[in-house]
């Protein structure tokens, strides 16, 4: 951990938070340096027991050493959550993981222009996450720096110069994992609806989609290129997409992200009066 980073507190103790300090310690921060506000005794307990943190049932003075506050409470607590938090970590920076809160209403409930706002995905949870980040102009480049290194801990990031992409961001990877999980689930009644038991189709679909997506990212080729390499004209594959083409299945599936992305600057301006 970076050594301006002597004391990290988290508001809430869920699965982000815990995908967080699971990551930070198996880096090597010691549990001493982490805080966690969190206010649910069985979640509080299985925290003090998984890593050996500090846990409390609400904000004290105690944060006022914290440099960074990582901020993964639910959207609709946010601003409930912040005004006790807000006294004790004014010169702290805020890095908040709660969907659709935007960083003009962290201000205004934190008191400080010295926020990143992120979008985080599940996978994170095991180490494969992909988030993006977009930071307040307050933001110096040494604390992005940080925000990258806690970041980290879950897989991959990057940033966005304007907030108003991460809207795009929640369409595609934010919610993307549940598209991977539905057509995963498609593919496995397909291979049971053709003879395979539930168990070998569905090894052979994950199997499939962790491997497809290992040779895109290891490939130069667009996915275009990399698609028409396995479609051979009047092939099995060949068959397979002339299908999808015929139901219309990209600008169906184009038009289901842009309802995501819609949906995302909806509860952008809910939680925003929350």
Not at 102 to 107: A, G, I, L, V, Y
């Amino acid at each position: 951990m970076d050594s301006n980073l002597q004391h990290i507190a988290f508001i809430g103790g869920g699965n982000m938070a815990s995908a967080i300090i699971g990551g930070l310690i198996r880096q090597g921060t010691p549990p001493s340096c982490m805080t966690v506000v969190e206010p649910f005794a069985d979640t509080a307990t299985r925290l003090q027991k998984d890593f050996g943190v500090t846990v409390l049932s609400q904000a004290g003075p105690s944060l006022v050493t914290a440099q960074l506050v990582v901020w993964a409470v639910k959207p609709q607590v946010f601003k409930e959550a912040a005004a006790p938090v807000a006294a004790h970590t004014r010169q702290a920076l805020h890095l908040s993981v709660a969907a659709g809160i935007r960083t003009d209403s962290m201000c205004n409930w934190l008191g400080s222009t010295c926020v990143v706002r992120s979008m985080p995905n599940t996978p994170a949870l095991v180490g494969q996450g992909m988030t993006a980040l977009f930071a307040c102009p307050g933001v110096s480049e040494n604390q992005k720096a940080n925000v990258e290194q806690i970041i980290a801990t879950t897989g991959q990031y990057l940033w966005v110069d304007r907030e108003s992409h991460l809207d795009a961001v929640t369409a595609l990877s934010g919610s993307g994992p549940a598209y991977v999980f539905f057509f995963l689930e498609a593919m496995t009644e397909a291979g049971v609806g053709m003879g395979l038991s539930a168990e070998q189709a569905y090894k052979l679909a994950v199997a499939t989609f962790a491997g497809a997506s290992s040779l895109a990212a290891a490939s130069s080729d667009s996915p275009e290129v990399l698609r028409q390499r396995v479609t051979s004209k009047g092939g099995t594959t060949y068959a397979a997409i002339t299908a999808m083409e015929n139901a219309g299945i990209k600008p169906a599936f184009i038009a289901a992200m842009q309802a995501a992305e819609q949906r995302a600057r909806e509860l952008g301006d809910e939680f925003g009066k929350v």
